[in-house]
């Protein structure tokens, strides 16, 4: 499986940003994508999943209400709508592939894509 994402780029505090990332190969039973964060100096942190099959989304308390995962309707690709954006969401972010969105939740992934820059400016 690879993955590919991009998008990434810098924004004012309160502006909108949207990211990508394509998989290709084989994803037989890894059901669920999601995206992580590592911001400097930090340790990398879930941001947000999708299941597959179902289209259900998950997202961390610090993320909820802002942003908004999505994926396409061939289930290869998945977006990362990124509203209201703020300074310490300033990171490092990654795509991956995992077995469950349960799973990705707690960091049980199978597959990283390289990350994007998203910079935010105060």
């Known amino acids: 499986v690879q993955l590919q994402a991009s998008g990434g780029g810098l924004v004012q505090a309160g502006g909108s940003l949207s990211v990508s990332c394509a998989a290709s190969g084989r994803t037989t039973n890894r059901d669920a994508m999601g995206w992580f964060r590592q911001a400097p100096g930090k340790e990398r942190e879930f941001v947000a999943a999708?299941?597959?099959?179902?289209?259900?989304?998950y997202y961390s308390d610090s993320v909820k209400g802002r942003f908004i995962m999505s994926r396409d309707n061939a289930k290869t690709t998945v977006y990362l709508q990124m509203n209201n954006l703020k300074p310490e969401d300033t990171a490092v972010y990654y795509c991956?592939?995992?077995?469950?969105?349960?799973?990705?939740?707690?960091?049980?992934?199978?597959?990283w894509g390289q990350g994007t820059l998203v910079t935010v400016s105060s």
């Open positions: 999708i299941n597959w099959s179902t289209g259900s989304t």
């Open positions: 991956a592939v995992g077995g469950s969105t349960s799973g990705l939740r707690v960091g049980r992934t199978d597959y």
